[in-house]
């Protein structure tokens, strides 16, 4: 399935979670086997040479595309998770939101020293989270490889803030002129 075909999939829902958010929705991408298989497809191919050790996914949809792009690789799959989810010792990352702060959790002994790691996500806006996530891998002495979206919505310049915080360099597949 070429690019735009993909971008067909993918729902557009104007004003959800609140006025002036058009979100979009992947449940609709992920339900179309060949739109789904296209996406993971693409993040193969960018770090099937990569020497990936772990794919990194962000709850939750990050999970969607992370675990199966791990099996692909021949790599793990190591979830990163919202405040309390997680059994065992964690290390965390708070980041800003517009109102407020958020905080993202790794377990503690699931990376080390020198590990090479992909982080994924469903959709880059401003890059926040992404940024936390690719901080946290970073602080347990993990090499980031890339921060890895099917979806970017470019106005937002989230790639920026991740390579300007992090160093980390971003892949996405499908860019929208939205913010
Ligand atoms: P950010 O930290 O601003 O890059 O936001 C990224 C996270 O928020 C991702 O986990 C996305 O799933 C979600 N998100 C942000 N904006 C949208 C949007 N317009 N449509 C769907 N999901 C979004």
Known sequence: MLVDEVKETIRQVPDFPKKGIQFLDITTGVKNYDAFKAMIDFLYNEFKDKNVNYVAGIESRGFVFGAPLALMLGAGFIMIRKPHKLPAETISETYDLEYGSDTIHMHADAIKEGDNVVVVDDLLATGGTATAACK??????????????????????????ITKETGVRVVSMMKYDLD
Do not use: R, S, W, Y
């Open 136 to 161: 946290l891998v970073q602080k347990a002495g993990g090499n980031v490889e890339a921060a890895a979206f099917p979806i970017e919505l470019t106005p937002l310049k989230g790639a920026d803030k």
